[in-house]
C-alpha cells in the first residue's frame, strides 16, 4: 500500500507556473505507476498525465500537452507536475494516483488503486 501527499498548488495569475508534488510512502513507489488528475468546480474528474514506473514513458491529455510536464524521482519518492502557461479553465483540485500496473501508462479514473487528498490550484484571468 502507498499513502500520497500533493503539495504546490496556489493562486497563480494566467500565463503562470507551478509546480505540484506528491509524496508518497513506502518503500515501493517504484512499483506504481503515477498519475494526475483534476476536479473542476462542477464537473467530473479528468485525466492530467501519467508517468510509467521507470519515468520513461509518459501521456498526456491533449489540453495539457506542450504546457504540462509529468516527471518522478523514484529516490525521493515524488512524482512531479510543471504547469506553465496556466489558464483560467485549469482551475481545479489536482489528485495524483498510483497504478500498480507496471504493464502499460493509463488514463482512466478507475485504473489507478491509491489516491491523495488533492490540492487547490486556482488560476486568475
Known amino acids: 500500500q502507498v499513502q500520497l501527499v500533493e503539495s504546490g498548488g496556489g493562486l497563480v495569475q494566467a500565463g503562470g507556473s507551478l509546480r505540484l508534488s506528491c509524496a508518497a510512502s513506502?518503500?515501493?513507489?517504484?512499483?506504481?505507476?503515477m498519475g494526475w488528475f483534476r476536479r473542476a468546480p462542477g464537473k467530473e474528474r479528468e485525466f492530467v498525465a501519467a508517468?510509467?514506473?521507470?519515468?520513461?514513458?509518459?501521456t498526456y491529455a491533449d489540453f495539457v500537452k506542450g504546457r504540462f510536464t509529468i516527471s518522478r524521482d523514484n529516490a525521493k519518492n515524488t512524482v512531479y507536475l510543471q504547469m506553465n502557461s496556466l489558464k483560467p479553465e485549469d482551475t481545479a483540485v489536482y489528485y495524483c494516483?498510483?497504478?500498480?500496473?507496471?504493464?502499460?501508462?493509463?488514463?482512466?479514473?478507475?485504473?489507478?488503486?491509491?489516491w491523495g487528498q488533492g490540492t487547490q490550484v486556482t488560476v486568475s484571468s
Open positions: 513506502g518503500r515501493t513507489f517504484s512499483s506504481y505507476n
Open positions: 508517468i510509467s514506473w521507470t519515468g520513461g514513458s509518459t
Open positions: 494516483a498510483a497504478d500498480k500496473n507496471m504493464i502499460v501508462v493509463r488514463i482512466r479514473e478507475t485504473d489507478y488503486d491509491y
